[in-house]
């Protein structure tokens, strides 16, 4: 048998993340999405079973329509995906994904590299970088080479998310070359004396 369970805020009761589950599943932290684990570190949390002695199906539908009313922070997915503790791109691997879903990895992705960067830790591509125009004048400067495809997209419209715009501009870090006949990108490299 299944059962919904709800992670949550201690001190705002807040649900942070619905789950269904077997077992202790509703006890594990370490096999979690990235977000779930920054809220978790972040936050006091517990666990609570909300809807206990489920079929897998009913588990299912309920998983999704709690998820759809709470709207929980760390949930990636509309839920009722069923992951067998596969990693979720994994158990995903040749669905079409809805945009809802696409736009919650995005998030999820962006707030753990925020969340990095805040604490002082260097992200998977954490160098520091410079945008510089036509003349090689500096127009921006950033802390992180990802924050380059976020400027990118949402201040300037480019790519159809910000990972595509970074992927563009990570070409143009490793050519040198122009983009889009505005921008040079450059890596800054400081000594740490």
Not at 94 to 110: A, F, M
Request: contains cysteine; glycine residues 8%.
């Amino acid at each position: 048998m299944y059962y919904i369970y709800h992670w949550y805020n201690i001190e705002t009761e807040e649900v942070f993340y619905v789950g269904l589950g077997t077992g202790n599943r509703r006890y594990q932290v370490k096999n979690r999405n990235k977000l779930f684990k920054a809220y978790y570190r972040k936050n006091k949390c517990d666990v609570r079973v909300y809807k206990a002695d489920l079929s897998y199906d009913e588990g299912r539908q309920l998983e999704i329509d709690q998820i759809k009313e709470l709207k929980p922070c760390c949930n990636m997915t509309k839920g009722g995906e069923k992951t067998d503790g596969a990693k979720i791109s994994k158990a995903l691997t040749g669905r079409t994904l809805t945009q809802e879903h696409r736009d919650n990895v995005s998030k999820g992705i962006q707030q753990w590299y925020k969340e990095r960067a805040a604490e002082g830790k260097r992200t998977i591509n954490g160098r520091k970088v410079a945008v510089l125009d036509k003349d090689m004048k500096v127009v921006r400067t950033f802390d992180a080479k990802y924050k380059v495809g976020i400027w990118l997209h949402d201040e300037l419209g480019y790519g159809h998310d910000w990972r595509s715009a970074q992927r563009n501009a990570d070409k143009h870090f490793k050519t040198k070359m122009l983009f889009d006949d505005k921008f040079y990108f450059v890596e800054i490299h400081v000594d740490k004396h």
